[in-house]
Nanobody
Framework: QVQLVESGGGLVQAGGSLRLSCAAS????????MGWFRQAPGKEREFVAC????????SYADSVKGRFAISRDNAKNTVTLQMNSLKPEDTAVYYC??????????????????WGQGTQVTVSS
């Protein structure tokens, strides 16, 4: 079973940056595609970004394209989400997740098997 632990959330002013990290353990990291999702109060969980196991393919939600960047380090079993030009509407709990199809890009939550506990990101205006 894979365990995922997110870190790096916090409070930032609009226009600022944050870097989220997700540390994986308990499985073979390179066998999983990885993704980030977020959930704002009163809203459904939504896709943010994902990456395949060899970092040759990525996908982003339209709302974050050009501002966020996902990357992974298979040697360190980590996936990161660099978030720039943050907006108040980016405020949410951000979740790291893994799915068992390492080459495939997955953009829906039901494709993911394991989830982290989430980290809060708050962007003030």
């Amino acid at each position: 079973q894979v365990q995922l632990v997110e870190s790096g959330g916090g409070l930032v002013q609009a226009g600022g940056s944050l870097r989220l990290s997700c540390a994986a353990s308990g499985g073979t990291f390179s066998r999983y595609g990885m993704g980030w999702f977020r959930q704002a109060p009163g809203k459904e969980r939504e896709f943010v970004a994902c990456i395949n196991w060899i970092s040759t393919s990525t996908s982003y939600a339209d709302s974050v394209k050009g501002r966020f960047a996902i990357s992974r380090d298979n040697a360190k079993n980590t996936v990161t989400l660099q978030m720039n030009s943050l907006k108040p509407e980016d405020t949410a709990v951000y979740y790291c997740a893994s799915h068992p199809s390492p080459l495939r890009i997955a953009t829906t939550a039901n494709e993911y098997t394991y989830w982290g506990q989430g980290t809060q990101v708050t962007v003030s205006s």
